[in-house]
């Protein structure tokens, strides 16, 4: 069974070479390979909202993928969602005051708010809402079709 993927045209990651790159891709364009049927090798957090996850894998008829990273934040909400539901505006005033947790990827390209979890309080929300996206992103390939499905 072939699995699927998504190659995104950014200006970030790795050159692409060949011949018909030569002619037909500018040369300041980079591939970026970005699958959510693999889990990331290794994720990051930090108290700012702030989160990273590493990808490394081996796709059909394509190199080595190492070292892939995708970054994103994360944001305790008052707009309620559903699991891995997205919205591509989440109100500023309300962000970090609630209790319903939110990912967004901000590198290599921005997606939608992607809804993970109702947290009982807004405390509790803060203190482990990075910390989930971080590890979800690394481990639940729902979320991660909802994020890279849904980029700007």
Same mark, same amino acid.
């Given at each position: 069974?072939?699995?699927?993927?998504?190659?995104?045209?950014? &200006? +970030?990651?790795?050159?692409?070479? %060949?011949?018909?790159?030569?002619?037909?891709?500018?040369?300041?364009?980079?591939?970026?390979?970005?699958?959510?049927?693999?889990?990331?090798?290794?994720?990051?957090?930090?108290?700012? %909202?702030?989160?990273?996850?590493?990808?490394?894998?081996?796709?059909?008829?394509?190199? !080595?993928?190492?070292?892939?990273?995708?970054?994103?934040? &994360?944001?305790?909400?008052?707009?309620?969602?559903?699991?891995? &539901?997205?919205? %591509?505006?989440?109100?500023? &005033?309300?962000?970090? !005051? %609630?209790?319903?947790?939110?990912?967004?990827?901000?590198?290599?390209? +921005?997606?939608? $708010?992607?809804?993970?979890?109702?947290?009982?309080?807004?405390?509790?929300?803060?203190? !482990?809402?990075?910390?989930?996206? /971080?590890?979800?992103?690394?481990?639940?390939?729902?979320?991660? /079709?909802?994020?890279?499905?849904?980029? $700007?």
């Amino acid at each position: 069974m072939m699995k699927k993927i998504s190659i995104m045209m950014i &200006s +970030i990651l790795m050159p692409i070479v %060949g011949y018909c790159a030569s002619m037909c891709i500018p040369p300041n364009i980079y591939v970026a390979v970005l699958s959510y049927e693999y889990d990331g090798t290794e994720s990051t957090y930090d108290t700012d %909202g702030n989160w990273t996850v590493t990808f490394d894998y081996t796709t059909y008829g394509l190199n !080595s993928v190492t070292g892939n990273t995708v970054r994103g934040v &994360s944001s305790c909400n008052e707009v309620p969602g559903t699991l891995n &539901s997205v919205a %591509g505006y989440i109100s500023a &005033s309300t962000q970090d !005051s %609630g209790k319903y947790c939110w990912c967004e990827m901000t590198k290599p390209l +921005i997606s939608e $708010w992607a809804f993970i979890h109702e947290y009982a309080d807004a405390s509790s929300c803060a203190q !482990s809402c990075t910390a989930l996206c /971080a590890n979800n992103v690394k481990t639940v390939s729902a979320l991660r /079709a909802a994020i890279y499905g849904s980029v $700007w």
